[in-house]
């Protein structure tokens, strides 16, 4: 049906006239979509089935990826790529009169997921199909997102998201292959045939129904599968009607909302039943499959590895563990061989507060078969450890899965799993020595890193068309398929004509973008000043409030004097801060409180700008990174474990300003020192700083006036604002003593801000700086990463 344009507008017309009843002249944009996402499964349906029917066949091994978050945003327009049918389509829908562009507007953003780490599953799972391999993701289908927003006044204002709305035209219910997940009840022991069994009685169920999604590889044949699970009533016999709709709304409230939080976790009881119930249902639907194939259970991990994103699925530890018991009847030895061999863990932060831990008076009752496993598993490890640590009371205490009253993921997940990584090596090497160092003590063979990753297929190719074009016609298209080959842009540093290419395919792209800005913000911005750019959730840790002090430094500087010669910038930022954070809040009605000041400042003549971007997500971002000159990356050095905004700037030629952190530090190897803009206190000096306890932010508000003039500014209503509205950044700097350095590398960062200025005046040299970090990029390709996954964690092979 895509095998040329004629066919593809038969078909297309046919189809819209029998789906909607009405003739092509009275459909609408909504139609279009409809239809032509029907006409994509469809066509992908047989792939799809050959695909799992291949696996079946090839009896390789196949990884399961499970996490709590998939922040897909949308699929129509990259399935298209991905297919190789988006030339036909878009003439196809041209000849019609119809704008694909406009078609793809009406999509929402499966916007499953908080940020970096729902987005590096997303782009996992890309990966995983274009190379062919048997990885499938597993998740949850949250009814709403996360939360759109809105700036009303300065305030960030909070919608829920409505992604269902129009149905889904990418899923498919599959009710016949529904699970059911028990919570609360009993444990009820007994002993039968000299052996002691359990039995749940009592438990309120839940039923899981996957919803699947189609994972379509690049010009392959591959199809895997997301699937998701939605929450659903058991059954509402026998229980009166108050109960019915107290277990109904109960119930659907699991797979209701996506927590948005992505750094700590409010200990609510919610949170642990979402979790339990993506793992449960997952593990249930793989041993399934597993029985149905394959008759000896003992030789399971040596078909399937189950990979945790982090410790929210943690809970598939026990459950393994729990099903092969008590389900099927293995020793616990056995049974714990197979799950150490299965799982495999990443851990995405070291940020203390974002460690998952659950007091035992919510655990045990909601998940008291899963609390008694749990609880042998740590016996068993403390007995473990005092026969090589004897009398270590102190080490044992540190290490234990229980104590104080608190289960802790981490070490749940360090203890049942064989592999454990860091997602950048800096990140990697911080767990190794510091975070998790008794850990490693005693499992160093666990531990490995695997760098985060981004596909360049959305985040170039899809984003960035105009660049790809260029790119193509440099140096052809294998890169495509091997990504490392951008590197052969580097002979074209010194070739003029690609450069000039280059810089105007940038403009093109700030002149989409400040059209965009213009539409939504209303502000006229210059394309030809600089586009300076942070967008990422809003942390204290990310450091958004450094960026802002030294916009309002940048603005003293230009009331003091107007004739001040600076290369004009505009300012961008995008952010969602969680709803209940409220120092975050704050630095959102900081960045428009200066941006309504200055961008109305007629005395600066435009020479600074700032725009605060609401709600940004996926297709957002789309549009933002292939118009950045510069890329903010500016996390207090080792709180950043890698970063994927870095990456998906830097292949869109933008320049990174940033901190020794996360990815970082990898880019700047790769690039060298004279690509990058570097500033401010390594990793090394931010621990040591913390654990001498020498910092006082006060000493720096002291002795520098430009410091002093800012924070003060915060205070005295300078930028129009109720004189008490910043307090609380306020005080975060001078009383308790600035906990993220940005006053201590303000300096530093101005210095280098200064350094972005000059250099930029240098076009040739700038242009080059870009050249070199796209030529550089393709080691961020996330299909790098997943063969790093696949050859050393999970040992799958491509099918083809
Ligand atoms: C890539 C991405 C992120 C992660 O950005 P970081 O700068 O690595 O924190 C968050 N949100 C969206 C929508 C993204 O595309």
Redesign the pocket.
Known sequence: MFSNKKVFKRYFLQKLEMTYGKPFKDSTSSDHFQTLGHMIREYVSSNWINTNESYRKDKGKQVYYLSIEF?LGRLLYHNLINLGIEKVVSEGFSDLGINLHEVEEIECDAGLGN??LG?LAACFLDSLATLNLPGHGFGIRYKHGLFEQRIVDGYQIELPEQWLKHGQVWEVRKEDLAVDIPFWGVIDMYEQDGKLQFRHLNAETVTAVPHDIPVIGYETKTVNTLRLWNAEPTSLLAKDVKDIMRYKRETESISEFLYPDDANDEGKILRLKQQYFLVSASLQSILKNYKQQYKDIKKFHQHISIHINDTHPVLAIPELMRILLDKEGLSWDEAWEITKNTISYTNHTTLSEALEKWPIYIFQPLLPRIYMIINEINERFCKNLWSKFPGDFQRIEQMAIIAHGMVKMAHLALVGSHSVNGVAEIHTEILKTREMNLFYQIFPEKFNNKTNG?THRRWLIKSNPKLTQLVTDSIGDKWIKHPTQLSKLLSYQTDTSFLQNLAAIKQENKVHLAKIIQEQNGIIVDPSSIFDVQ???LHAY?RQLLNVLHIMHLYNLLKADPGLEITPRTFIFGAKASPGYYYAKKIIKLINTVAEKVNNDKNIQDKLKVVFLEN???SL?EHIFPAADISE?ISTASK?A?????M?FMMNGALTVGTLDGANIEMKELVGDNNIFIFGMNAEEVLDLYQSGGYRSTEYYHHDKRIQEVVNQLKNGFFDHESNEFDPIFDSLLIENDQYFVLKDFHSYAKIQEEVNTTYKDQQKWLQMCAVNIAKSGHFSSDRTIKEYADDIWKIKPLF
């Open positions: 922040l940020g970096g987005r981004i967008v990422k959730r990310k940004y997500r996926v971002a990356q950043e890698s970063g994927t905004g870095n998906k």
